[in-house]
């Protein structure tokens, strides 16, 4: 445990109708169990917290004094949900509760589809910040001038902090422990809830999910997968659905969040990793399936991803 003595943060946890149970279950968890630490060691607790339960009529007073306001993922099923309740009474509050509290200096914390109140209130812009990786294209759209991280679990650009998908929240409340009550205490919570360290969304996206969501990039994956093979260049394939190479370029960072270079490379590990999975196929011929001449750049490419080697994904015999 660290040997610096922090002060007691006052936490206000914003639960807003329909959130994600889950999601706040975990926040107060982990919080409570930084407390809990904490007296063991007869040491103050780090957090003293109070949950907020937010209607249309939710005002920056009810939230208090606190210094940190922490807000757990909303049940959010689809982006055209989340697009139309954002322009609701519930949401719109929320979101200006939110940019005068941030105005008064309260730190801010967000995870999943509760990231976008934070950017409809401007309180993103100029800043790097992550989501869940579904609602990355809506995220794209509407805010262009927030510097979007999808690939990252938790982008914590203090003095606010987001996270991705709806148990990200677990590693968001580590990093909120570790920057009001040490890394070490933050150690200690993920060791004593047996939390692993998990830096990127990245194995966790689906890119089919994402490139569906226009027809010209899923037309490019179909292609892809149709021909993966076989080498080829991004030119022809930006031909294959009628678009300049700048033009595709642009379109699939806008979609899907990479270049088409990562695009290919993504479905094609993708395609590996099934391989690997489900078959006893030797790793030079699943390498050879999916487009890439030497097995040596399939595994660097797999070790890089997901830091383990091929073998660690083949079947238990």
Not at 173 to 187: D, E, H
Not at 261 to 268: H, M, N, S, T
Request: glycine share 6%.
């Amino acid at each position: 445990m660290d040997q610096v003595f922090f002060d007691m943060t006052k936490v206000a946890v914003l639960e807003l109708r329909g959130g994600m149970a889950s999601s706040a279950a975990i926040t107060h968890d982990v919080m409570a169990t930084a407390n809990r630490i904490s007296a063991m060691a007869k040491r103050r607790p780090p957090f003293e917290v109070a949950t907020i339960h937010a209607g249309p009529r939710l005002s920056r007073a009810a939230l208090g004094h606190a210094e940190l306001i922490i807000v757990p993922g909303l049940g959010i099923t689809s982006a055209d949900e989340l697009d139309t309740a954002l322009s609701g009474p519930l949401l719109q509050r929320a979101g200006k509760v939110l940019a005068e509290a941030g105005a008064a200096g309260a730190t801010l914390a967000a995870s999943c589809a509760s990231t976008f109140l934070l950017a409809e209130a401007g309180l993103l812009n100029g800043r790097p910040a992550t989501t869940t990786w579904w609602l990355a294209p809506l995220f794209r759209r509407r805010y262009p001038r927030v510097r979007l991280m999808v690939e990252q679990i938790v982008v914590a650009d203090w003095p606010i902090a987001t996270a991705g998908a709806a148990m990200a929240q677990m590693d968001l409340m580590l990093a909120v422990v570790a920057r009001f009550a040490g890394p070490s205490l933050s150690q200690a919570c993920a060791k004593y809830l047996l939390l692993d360290e998990r830096r990127s969304q990245a194995p966790f996206i689906a890119i089919t999910y994402l490139a569906g969501q226009d027809p010209r990039i899923a037309k490019a994956e179909q292609w892809v997968r149709e021909n993966i093979a076989r080498d080829f260049g991004m030119d022809e394939l930006a031909g294959v659905v009628a678009l300049t190479p700048r033009t595709f370029a642009r379109r699939m960072a806008g979609i899907c969040g990479v270049s088409p270079i990562q695009f290919v490379q993504r479905i094609r590990l993708e395609t590996a990793r099934y391989l690997l999975e489900t078959t006893r196929l030797p790793v030079e011929e699943i390498a050879r399936q999916v487009g890439y001449a030497e097995p040596s750049t399939l595994r660097r490419l797999i070790r890089r991803d997901t830091k383990h080697p091929p073998g660690h994904f083949r079947p238990i015999a």
